[in-house]
DNA sequence: CGGGCGATGTGCT
DNA sequence: GCACATCGCCCGC
């Protein structure tokens, strides 16, 4: 199919451009579906602030496979997150899903995520892997089959950029990327300092 | 709306 | 041990 060859061989490419191309597209999971507004890019091996930087490990496994297949990961003792592994097979490039706004199923995203308003349903990684569904059994699926599905959409006319949200290696590099003025963008946190630094 | 803080457990030093 | 690609709750503005 012309367009699975065409996804594969975006997400083939440098990480920094996939990372872009990936607002507007839609991650869905079964019946709930959410249009991506916040992402940020990780460069593997060569990036201190990436779960690639020391090298293939059991948990970062997935992001040395192929492109094309989601990377999901534990955090802070109950928070699942994940990414679009991208860029050549072996190079650990990923972008991780950190914002979106749910535009089918959200019904089940509501139930999924009780408490929260419509506009906090997927704002914020581990709240859009929520509202999806997606969990560490969905490490490594491929997205270009199956049950877990993205689709492309238009470039985005205006896209913002700035440093990632909340990580202490790199914290410079502007490798956040987010749809101009969209009100599911999740709220920029700094990473917490040292003790002691200033 | 925004800042501070505790929860909670896995992975790596 | 300790850091961690976070979140929800509480408080003050």
Do not use: Q
């Not at 367009?3 to 996939?18: I, M, S």
């Not at 899903?97 to 704002?123: F, T, Y």
């Not at 490490?139 to 238009?154: I, P, Q, S, Y």
């Amino acid at each position: 199919m012309a367009r699975t060859t065409e996804l594969r061989d975006v997400l083939a490419g440098p990480v920094l451009d996939v990372a872009p191309r990936l607002l507007g597209a839609v991650l869905r999971h079964g019946e709930v579906a959410v249009r991506l507004t916040e992402v940020e890019a990780y460069d593997g091996e060569n990036d201190p602030g990436s779960h690639a930087f020391r090298g293939p490990t059991r948990r970062n496994a997935t992001m040395f496979g192929p492109p094309g297949h989601l990377y999901c990961y534990f955090t802070y003792g109950m928070h699942v997150c994940c990414n679009v592994v991208c860029g050549a097979e072996g190079r650990a490039g990923a972008v991780l899903v950190r914002a979106g706004e749910v535009v089918e199923g959200i019904e089940l995203a509501r139930a999924r995520r009780a408490g929260a308003s419509d506009r906090d349903l997927a704002r914020g990684p581990a709240r859009l892997c929520r509202a999806l569904g997606l969990d560490l059994g969905h490490d490594g699926v491929d997205l270009t089959a199956g049950a877990v599905r993205l689709t492309l959409g238009e470039p985005l006319a205006e896209v913002s950029t700035g440093p990632r949200v909340g990580l202490r290696g790199a914290p410079d590099r502007p490798w956040r990327f987010w749809a101009t003025g969209e009100r599911s963008v999740s709220a920029y946190r700094p990473a917490k300092r040292l003790p002691g630094r200033d």
